[in-house]
């Protein structure tokens, strides 16, 4: 072992990873279409949307940039029927999940891949939803896991409000 008792990058055993692998995805955007709710053989609800990712910054001739990062979500159980009861396009939400790769043959025959989000967990970032009484803020709308109730996380403190955010 290497000092501090941890082993040297590299120098593990063979066949072994000596860096653990991490998937983990936090995004914060605004939906670029209604979310579409349908439902697996097994019944299990699955949400599908988009989002927009928009990075602004200053370049080294002093011009504001600003550029926009378009991702595919995907949520299910629980989770995937409160979004698409309170989401719609436009709303801003702040998502935590991880990578998936897809990948197909298109009909040409040829190779076809993407990157999508598998949404964990969310957080509504301000009213709103598709009207009336279906409306609801951050805090009154669940933040559902993706298990579908197996082995949750116990609930965040919903104390604060979003004057409470960080950053």
Same mark, same amino acid.
């Given at each position: 072992?290497?000092?501090?008792?941890?082993?040297?990058?590299? &120098?593990?055993?063979?066949?072994?990873?000596?860096?653990? +692998?991490? %998937?983990?995805?936090?995004?914060?955007? %605004? *939906?670029?279409?209604?979310?579409? *709710?349908?439902?697996?053989?097994? =019944?299990?609800?699955?949400?599908? @949307?988009?989002?927009?990712? $928009?990075?602004?910054?200053?370049?080294?001739?002093?011009?504001?940039?600003?550029?926009?990062? @378009?991702?595919?979500? /995907?949520?299910?159980?629980?989770?995937?029927?409160?979004? =698409?009861?309170?989401?719609?396009?436009?709303?801003?939400? *702040?998502?935590? !999940?991880?990578?998936?790769?897809?990948?197909?043959? !298109?009909?040409?025959?040829?190779?076809? #891949?993407? *990157?999508?989000?598998?949404?964990? $967990? @969310?957080?509504?970032?301000?009213?709103?939803?598709? !009207?009336?009484? /279906? &409306?609801?803020?951050? +805090? /009154?709308?669940?933040?559902? #896991?993706?298990?579908?109730?197996?082995?949750?996380?116990?609930?965040?403190?919903?104390?604060?409000?979003?004057?409470?955010?960080? @950053?």
């Amino acid at each position: 072992m290497g000092q501090g008792g941890a082993l040297p990058v590299g &120098r593990g055993m063979k066949g072994s990873f000596d860096m653990a +692998n991490f %998937n983990k995805v936090i995004l914060a955007g %605004n *939906l670029t279409r209604d979310p579409q *709710l349908s439902y697996l053989p097994s =019944n299990t609800p699955v949400c599908e @949307f988009g989002m927009a990712i $928009n990075r602004k910054w200053r370049s080294q001739d002093g011009e504001m940039r600003e550029d926009t990062c @378009f991702v595919d979500m /995907q949520c299910y159980g629980k989770q995937a029927e409160t979004l =698409n009861q309170y989401m719609s396009k436009g709303s801003p939400l *702040l998502v935590d !999940g991880r990578l998936k790769f897809h990948q197909w043959e !298109g009909k040409d025959g040829s190779k076809r #891949s993407k *990157l999508s989000v598998v949404v964990e $967990n @969310f957080q509504f970032l301000s009213g709103g939803g598709r !009207g009336g009484s /279906q &409306r609801a803020d951050a +805090n /009154q709308a669940p933040a559902a #896991s993706a298990s579908g109730g197996r082995d949750e996380m116990p609930p965040h403190d919903q104390t604060g409000g979003p004057d409470d955010v960080p @950053f």
